[in-house]
């Protein structure tokens, strides 16, 4: 599902909002979890899952094509952990291994 997908799916459930307000409601939600976590504040959607930031320290890579060590800059990276709700709508509540 893409943006404009779930922007359709909100309003078509919620004939009361407008199009438009939709939209721009879930740019809102989206820019405010982008700007938490830009913050390095920590973002959880309960039984969603939870949206963090990790740093990655600078370390040499390998260019696989050609096999050099390359340099690979520091840098942080957004990183999503599933909700045990989530986990369980998607196995349908079979166990997990």
Known sequence: MIKSELVHKIASTNPHL?????????????DEIVEALARGDRVELRGFGAFTV???????????????????????VPFFKTGKELRDR??????SH
């Open 90 to 95: 998607l196995n349908h509540g079979k166990e």
């Open 18 to 30: 407008y199009h438009r307000d939709v939209e721009r409601i879930v740019k809102v939600v989206f």
């Open 54 to 76: 990790k740093h990655r320290a600078a370390r040499q890579g390998r260019n696989p094509r050609t096999g050099r060590s390359v340099s690979v800059a520091e840098k942080f």
